[in-house]
């Protein structure tokens, strides 16, 4: 069975002047306010396409972890994941950085190391990604 999910945007005026209201459909949040200055020039307020991204990939990327320490014998007691997805303006996305701090019993930092990299090749909003480099710093509580 598939599961699609859904989001729209609702975009007025040109890109430099203009702004829009993304909405996340499937799960009823929102809106989201989203416009260009705050994608090229950042804000404590507004939204992007790459938060959303890096909400994405962080979440995918959480659930791939906990997938694959729990099929190792050593279920996550906590993991915590920051996505930081890069946009230069005139070039685009260049890249998501995961950084993931987890508390799992029993397990070794070079497993762990070894176990999140797998995790991060195997998560779905990867290799839909796959287009930019994803980067990885993993360290045990």
Known sequence: MSVTSEASTTWTGSLFEGSGEVDLATSHQGPFAVNWKARSEGSGSVTTPEELIAAAHSSCFSMA??????????????????????????????????NVNASVPGLSPEDFARLAEEAKSGCPVSAALAGIEITLEATLA
Do not use: D, K
Request: charge should be negative.
């Open 65 to 98: 972890l906990s997938n694959a320490l729990a099929q190792n014998g050593t279920p996550p007691e906590r993991i915590e994941t920051t996505a930081s997805v890069t946009f230069v303006p005139g070039e685009g996305i260049r890249g998501s950085h995961l």
